[in-house]
Each structure stands twice: as C-alpha cells, then as structure tokens.
C-alpha cells in the first residue's frame, strides 16, 4: 500500500518540473487535416463449395512459395505470388485476346507483343511481355484448376468459368481482370454460387 503515494507524489514531481509556469499556443496543430484512410474494396462473396485447397497449387522456386494453375484445355499457365501479383500467360508465343493492345513494353522497355495478363497488389489489370515462362514451373506442369472452382491465397483470387474465361483479382485493392478468346473485361467474374 506505500508504493501508491510513492509513484503519486513521483508523478506530481515530474508534472512540476516539467511546467514552466505558461503555455504557448502556437496553432500549429489547427491546420493538420485528419489523414483519411481508404474503406477496404468490398469483395465478392465466395462460395466454400467451390474453394480449392491451395496447398495443391504451392509451389517452392528459389525457396520462395508461389501458387501456380493452368487451364483444363492447357492453353493458358497461371500464377499467384503472394502480396505481388496474379496473373496467366498464352502457352504459346501468341495471346489471342481479343481487344489486347498490339504492343507493350518489355522489362527494357521496348515495344513486344504481350504474352500475359497480370494484376499486382494495387493498380489495374494490364497487358504485359514476359520475356521467359515466368507463369510456368520449371519442373513440370501445374494442377489444372478445373472449372468453377476458386483459388485464393496470399491476397489474391482466381478462378476458370466455361463461360467466363479466367478471371483473377486482388483481395487489396479490389481490381482484376476476366478473359477469353473472345476479350478481355477490367474486373473480376466470381463463379456463380449455383454453378456445379
């Protein structure tokens, strides 16, 4: 019980030494603005019956997990690397979206026909040109992802409808991509809750 008014009568010591006696209002803090904080993107809901247990889809190259897919007609190698992107590329050397730009600059920043189609953790879904199989394993191929099913993982999800195409997106910022031979839309496509 004597330890209280010791750390009171310590306290009152410490606010007293440290006052100098008046207080000078300078108004600096009047003219700070409140910092706003962005509402998180409100996400589609998904349906547990059609989540795939992502474990079948990780992946360890340079001893870093990825998730990897491709499609059941094996035309397309996809990829989520946790918190950077997600993203598909043609396994052939041409795209075959209709409605992709001709050209986009390659990592030296020279014009090259794309080959892949990303979305990274914030910002919209673009076109890119990958110089190598950067959607691919070196040790053989991916899982396929089968139709109406959802990965997710890593701040990230993707799917493949018959109808739809594949569609990928990210849980930050809301944004992603659905695409087919047939073109290419700026948001994501969640499999309907009733498709088999």
Known sequence: MRTVPVIAAATMLAVAGCSSGSVVNTGEWEFIAPV?????PQL????????VNASAYAAHPNYQTAYYFRTPSGRWQCAII??????CQAAGAALGIAGAPDTVPNAAGE??????????SEGDAHFVAVDQPE????????????????????????????EAGIGCMSEHSGKG?????DGFQPQYTEVPVDAP
């Open 82 to 87: 946790p918190r950077v992107w997600a993203g």
């Open 111 to 120: 014009p090259m026909a794309p080959n892949a189609l990303v979305v990274e």
């Open 135 to 162: 959607f691919s394993l070196a040790t053989g191929p991916a899982n396929v992802l089968p139709f109406n099913r959802t990965l997710i993982v890593a701040g990230f999800r993707c799917n493949i409808q018959e």
């Open 36 to 40: 706003e904080t962005a509402a998180p």
């Open 44 to 51: 589609p809901p998904v349906d547990n019956t059609h989540m």
């Open 177 to 181: 991509f659905t695409f087919s031979a």
